[in-house]
């Protein structure tokens, strides 16, 4: 069992920045691939950005990429999102995820999830 709770989320202007975390407890966090994602009103969930378990290998979803930075840090059990130049398109529930060993973007591949965070980029 994973517990994942996210926090990190707010109220933020078009152009500025936010950092999502994520901390994870109940288990061996560095087995674990860690994904986000993130879901719109009236959106089907999409892939943000996962990263490997050792944290050698990062990837994106198109829409983030060059914008998004997925880091995480075994020692503390978190994984964490940068995330800059926010756009009004941006605006949705972030979802922390954790996978055993591989995770990639589909969500079906992630047993455990957070609560999600609510991130509103305005004009």
């Known amino acids: 069992q994973v517990q994942l709770v996210e926090s990190g989320g707010g109220l933020v202007q078009a152009g500025g920045s936010l950092r999502l975390s994520c901390v994870a407890s109940g288990s061996t966090f560095s087995k674990y691939a860690m994904g986000w994602f993130r879901q719109a009103p009236g959106k089907e969930r999409e892939f943000v950005a996962a990263?490997?378990?050792?944290?050698?290998?990062?990837y994106y979803g198109d829409s983030v990429k060059g914008r998004f930075t997925l880091s995480r840090d075994n020692t503390k059990n978190t994984v964490s999102l940068q995330m800059n130049n926010l756009l009004l398109e941006d605006t949705a529930v972030y979802y922390c995820?954790?996978?055993?060993?591989?995770?990639?973007?589909?969500?079906?591949?992630?047993?455990?999830w957070g609560q999600g965070t609510q991130v509103t980029v305005s004009s």
């Open positions: 990263i490997s378990w050792s944290g050698g290998s990062a």
């Open positions: 995820a954790a996978a055993y060993d591989y995770g990639g973007i589909d969500e079906h591949e992630y047993k455990y």
